[in-house]
């Protein structure tokens, strides 16, 4: 064939569901690149029907320290596709740390006692619970895989390799449309060492951010290789190494938290309001929410005990009322947040995040779709009215000295 007639591809290019898949991964993951990309190649694969037969979709294991996203990439993928974060067959390995407790997983054989009463968790049913027409995809996660019996460990290697699973009544599982997810903490104490510069001569702002996330990897795979037999490790797909969060992806995912809140007072029968938070009271969030050592989770706990807790007693003592705007600050003189109306049930037309409000509802990948509080939907769409200046803002009293667990 000439030249002239030849027509050159792009095997680089996704299709624009891909796109969609990746771009609302990224709205609710922060810093871990490689998995996000893994995940979409996977999908894409999926959507093509070129996965390998008679093998799972893919076999992926997550490494990395705790609060780094593992765990929490999987419900994403779960939410962005079914609608439902917990469309997620969740395994905890630590339950399975005797090898009569698979029972628990696959049912008791017939004739055993408390045959009829042991439920198998791994079913044909629950595997297609959540498909729909257009995604017939299941997604099994084993948390803490390390944490397994021996016997959870024979019956994951004929699962990983075959796709089959043999329950104790003698019923057959297919898991050829099924992504297997594991996460484990190994390596995890070594990780925040580096992280925190050891003994304090280094910290990690002298530390290249990609050496050190070389470093990272190899620390992580490193502990899986000594612990995982080869039998096992040649049947995972794909590694994927999730890195400690640092500062600036630590306030990404504080906006993703905030927002979240928001979500669930917009949710609320009766106290539909809306809040912002100044400068400093991010920053002193910030503050109580870095730890190396627990990640994420531990911002989301001060997010809880500073903001939510607070919110909860001002909506149960009738200080807010629906329509009201919040503002959350940070007061030096008395070392916690102050909150303050900056208008009185004045129904204020604002610019919110787009995710958080719509004309009607928010679609999702499954056909589902969330819904909007009826009377904040009705703020929001309403036509702004010419309203005075509202007065300064009055303080409103809310400690939070008697919910705050460590003290």
Same mark, same amino acid.
């Given at each position: 064939?000439?030249?002239?007639?030849?027509?050159?591809?792009?095997?680089?290019? #996704?299709?624009?569901?891909?796109?969609?898949?990746?771009?609302?991964?990224?709205?609710?993951?922060?810093? +871990?690149?490689?998995?996000?990309?893994?995940?979409?190649?996977?999908? +894409?694969?999926?959507?093509?029907?070129?996965?390998?037969?008679?093998?799972?979709?893919?076999?992926?294991?997550?490494?990395?320290?705790?609060?780094?996203?593992?765990?929490?990439?999987?419900?994403?993928?779960?939410?962005?596709?079914?609608?439902?974060?917990?469309?997620?067959?969740?395994?905890?390995?630590?339950?399975? $740390?005797?090898?009569?407790?698979?029972?628990?997983?696959?049912?008791?054989?017939?004739?055993?006692?408390?045959?009829?009463?042991?439920?198998?968790?791994?079913?044909?049913?629950?595997?297609? $619970?959540?498909?729909?027409?257009?995604?017939?995809?299941?997604?099994?996660?084993?948390?803490?895989?390390?944490?397994?019996?021996?016997?959870?460990? $024979?019956?994951?290697?004929?699962?990983?390799?075959?796709?089959?699973?043999?329950?104790?009544?003698?019923? #057959?599982?297919?898991?050829?449309?099924?992504?297997?997810?594991?996460?484990?903490?190994?390596?995890?104490?070594?990780?925040?060492?580096?992280?925190?510069?050891?003994?304090?001569?280094?910290?990690?702002?002298?530390?290249?951010?990609?050496?050190?996330?070389?470093?990272?990897?190899?620390?992580?795979?490193?502990?899986?290789?000594?612990?995982?037999?080869?039998?096992?490790?040649?049947?995972?797909?794909?590694?994927?190494?999730?890195?400690?969060?640092?500062?600036?992806?630590?306030? +990404?995912?504080?906006?993703?938290?905030?927002?979240?809140? $928001?979500?669930?007072?917009?949710?609320?029968?009766?106290? +539909?309001?809306?809040?912002?938070?100044?400068?400093?009271?991010?920053?002193?969030?910030?503050?109580?929410?870095?730890?190396?050592?627990?990640?994420?989770?531990?911002?989301?706990?001060?997010?809880?005990?500073?903001?939510?807790?607070?919110?909860?007693?001002?909506?149960?003592?009738?200080?807010?009322?629906?329509?009201?705007?919040?503002?959350?600050?940070?007061?030096?003189?008395?070392?916690?947040?102050?909150?303050?109306?900056?208008?009185?049930?004045?129904?204020?037309?604002?610019?919110?995040?787009?995710?958080?409000?719509?004309?009607?509802?928010?679609?999702?990948?499954?056909?589902?779709?969330?819904?909007?509080?009826?009377?904040?939907?009705?703020?929001?769409?309403?036509?702004?009215?010419?309203?005075?200046?509202?007065?300064?803002?009055?303080?409103?009293?809310?400690?939070? #000295?008697?919910?705050?667990?460590? #003290?």
């Amino acid at each position: 064939m000439s030249a002239a007639h030849m027509q050159h591809l792009d095997p680089n290019r #996704r299709s624009g569901e891909s796109r969609e898949f990746e771009a609302a991964l990224r709205k609710k993951i922060v810093g +871990q690149d490689e998995a996000i990309g893994a995940l979409v190649d996977i999908y +894409q694969v999926f959507r093509a029907g070129l996965h390998s037969p008679g093998r799972p979709v893919s076999n992926l294991l997550f490494l990395g320290p705790t609060g780094s996203g593992k765990t929490r990439i999987v419900e994403a993928m779960g939410e962005i596709l079914f609608g439902d974060p917990h469309a997620v067959i969740k395994v905890d390995c630590a339950e399975f $740390q005797h090898s009569h407790e698979i029972a628990k997983l696959i049912g008791s054989p017939p004739g055993y006692l408390g045959h009829r009463e042991t439920h198998p968790l791994i079913t044909q049913e629950a595997l297609a $619970q959540y498909h729909t027409d257009t995604v017939k995809l299941s997604l099994l996660l084993f948390d803490e895989i390390e944490k397994a019996s021996d016997a959870l460990w $024979q019956l994951l290697l004929g699962i990983l390799d075959k796709a089959t699973l043999t329950l104790g009544d003698n019923r #057959r599982v297919d898991l050829s449309q099924t992504l297997i997810f594991m996460t484990s903490n190994l390596g995890g104490a070594d990780i925040s060492t580096l992280m925190s510069g050891g003994l304090g001569f280094v910290q990690p702002s002298d530390k290249p951010s990609d050496k050190m996330d070389t470093k990272v990897e190899r620390t992580a795979t490193e502990a899986a290789k000594r612990k995982f037999s080869p039998e096992f490790m040649n049947r995972i797909d794909k590694v994927v190494v999730f890195h400690p969060l640092r500062p600036a992806q630590l306030e +990404q995912v504080l906006d993703i938290e905030l927002d979240l809140v $928001q979500r669930r007072v917009l949710d609320t029968a009766h106290g +539909q309001f809306v809040f912002r938070l100044t400068r400093a009271a991010r920053d002193f969030l910030l503050r109580e929410g870095t730890d190396i050592k627990y990640g994420a989770r531990h911002l989301k706990r001060a997010i809880e005990r500073h903001v939510v807790y607070p919110l909860a007693n001002l909506l149960s003592t009738g200080q807010i009322l629906i329509g009201d705007v919040l503002s959350i600050d940070w007061d030096a003189a008395t070392q916690q947040l102050s909150f303050a109306r900056t208008g009185e049930s004045t129904l204020v037309t604002m610019a919110p995040p787009a995710a958080l409000f719509a004309a009607q509802a928010v679609s999702t990948w499954g056909g589902r779709a969330i819904e909007i509080p009826a009377q904040a939907n009705a703020r929001e769409t309403q036509s702004p009215v010419a309203a005075p200046a509202p007065p300064a803002p009055a303080p409103v009293a809310a400690s939070r #000295r008697r919910h705050d667990p460590e #003290r």
